[in-house]
Structure formats: C-alpha cells, structure tokens
C-alpha cells in the first residue's frame, strides 16, 4: 500500500496506513458515523468552522450537540500530544458556541459498543423502551446482581458499594443507583451518615421516567444521610451543571474537579488503567525511583496516559 506518513515520537517508524492495529482502531468514527445514518440521525462529518479550526467528529446540529470518537494512541500524551487540559478545553469552546460535547474514548467504543449506543440514543431522546418509574417496584439489590447489571449497562461498570437500590417492572431489573462511604481516594475521614452516590444507570436501550428521583428519596428515608457526595464526568455530561440530572434534583453544584488520568502500555493502548493503581509509593522498585515522579517512572515502564475531562462535583446537605 502507498501512503504518506510522518514520523511519530523518537524513533518511531513509519505505519502502515491500512494495516496496523492503531490505524484500524481509527474506524470507530466511521463506526459512529453509521450508527447514526442507521437511526436517520442526520450530522456534519469534520467540522471545522464551529471552533474556529478544531475538528468536531460528528456535528448533530438538530440537537446542538457534537460526539467525538477519540482513538486512544492519537488522544494521550506522549505519542498523541494532547495535554491535560486538551479535552477539558474542548468542552469549553463547545459551550460556548452552544454545544454540547460529547467524547467517548476508543476501548468504550470498541469493548462496550452496545453502551455507548444506548446512551447516544438516551442522549437525544430515542431510546426505545419508555418506562414509568410510578410503574415500577423498588427493592434493595443483591451484589452479585447489582454487579452483572452495571457491567452490562454502565461505562465504568462496577464499582465497590455497601447500599443498592433497584427499579423492577414486570419484575425485570430496568434501573440502579448504588451508594457507599467516601473512597479513600476522596480523602475518606470516616463520617458515619456521609454517603457517595457511586452509580446510576437505566438497562440498556430504555428510558425510566422519573427513575432517579424515585431511587435517591429511597435511600435518604432508610437511611438518613447528612450528606450525599456525587460526580458527573464533564465528558459524558457536558459542563453545564444546571442541565444534570444531579441539579435538577436538588444537588448543589460545588465546582469542578481537575482532568483526571488513565494509563495505557505503549504496545496495547485499548485496555486504559485508572491512575490509582500505580500510586508512586505502589510502583517504586528501587531507590533510584524516590528521585523520580510517578510520571517518569510509568514512562520508563512503557506507559502513556490519558487525560479526561474532569467531573463537576455535587453535593446534597441534610444538616
């Protein structure tokens, strides 16, 4: 095959433009792109006059919103040159314009396809089942259930918990909302009625009408809490907090956190690690690492990483 290439990062080679994994893997826009042909969605491919330049993968101007499909290598720091605040920013200068944005990364749209389809249908409106919270049963989900229906029907699947609770109609599972103690990655100082809401997601392909609320009244008259942390990812969410889910159900938008970050092998960019795994107190080998930031180190093991977006962050107060 004939192609023009340039040289990406010390050392690297020229690649193949139809063979390559990385290159294939950039199919996921054109996997979008069907998508929403297949649903009569009408978009702009690549526009690049909203921003002044920047690239929108895929422009659906009947909704004022824009999806990008961000293949992993040419989106993280090192080889793909996108900083920290690269995506944050991008969000910005959509809301400006009216926009919102939405980014889902290469491994979701490969590894969990059937999700991203149905939250991009959710999103404007087009999920095929309606269901009447009011309809529905509310009870308390077992872990081993509540487990297999968050890896099938939420982005960052399961997630360790202590309170589940569950929407059933016609006795079937269609809506979950779980809740524990602070994280310990949140600086957790151990107050006992202090609660996360970790998790909340509908079963793939449906829209529960008044499901949030009816779960969250739930848990706060069985168990009292003084407070209720939450998060809402600024990449799924868009960045204005008075349209979330959170807001219009009385959480009080305290701000925004800092982009976060997911490591990636050099040789396997599909499978991204959550950043607390390799902690530099975990990963220190040797006493030439003390000298070293946890960045250094992760690049001479054959990492790179990805930023996000960061979340906006909100809490609901009893006291």
């Known amino acids: 095959n004939i192609f023009t290439s340039t040289l990406l990062g010390s050392g690297k080679i020229p690649i193949c433009r ?20 297949k649903h009569n969605i ?12 920047k690239e929108l ?13 961000n293949g992993n290598y040419w989106h993280s720091e090192k080889y793909g040159n996108k900083d920290k605040f690269y995506h944050l920013n991008k969000v910005k200068l959509s809301d400006e314009k009216n926009i919102k944005l939405v980014q889902f990364f290469e491994d979701e749209i490969i590894l969990k396809k059937n999700i991203v389809e ?80 970790l998790r909340f997601c509908n079963k793939l392909n449906h829209n529960v009408v008044g499901g949030f609320s009816k779960l969250l009244s739930m848990f706060i008259k069985n168990h009292n809490p003084m407070k209720i ?22 959480f009080k938008f305290i701000g925004n956190t800092s982009p976060n970050y997911w490591y990636v092998k050099v040789n396997d960019f599909i499978n991204r690690e959550h950043r607390f795994k390799y902690r530099k107190n975990v990963i220190i080998k040797n006493e030439m690492d003390l000298n070293k930031t946890e960045w250094e180190i992760m690049q001479e093991n054959g990492y790179d990483r990805i930023w996000d977006c960061g979340s906006m962050k909100f809490e609901m107060n009893f006291s």
């Open 18 to 37: 139809k063979c390559h994994p990385i290159i294939k893997n950039s199919k996921i826009e054109i996997y979008v792109r069907d998508f929403l042909n």
């Open 118 to 197: 149905s939250r991009i249908l959710n999103l404007l409106g087009k999920s095929p089942m309606k269901i009447y919270a009011r309809k529905c049963t509310i009870k308390e989900v077992e872990k081993n259930i509540s487990t297999k229906f968050l890896n099938d029907n939420h982005l960052q699947g399961d997630i360790i918990d202590k309170f589940r609770y569950g929407l059933y109609y016609n006795n079937e599972l269609v809506s979950i909302m779980t809740f524990g103690k602070k994280r310990i990655a949140l600086k957790n100082k151990g107050v006992d009625n202090e609660y996360e809401l």
């Open 57 to 69: 993968d895929l422009l659906l101007t009947d909704y004022n919103i824009a999806i990008e499909a």
């Open 229 to 250: 942390l939450t998060f809402a990812d600024i990449r799924w969410s868009g960045i204005d907090y008075r349209k979330t889910v959170y807001y219009k159900n009385n």
């Open 42 to 53: 009408s978009h702009i491919d690549n526009n690049r006059k909203i921003l002044n330049g």
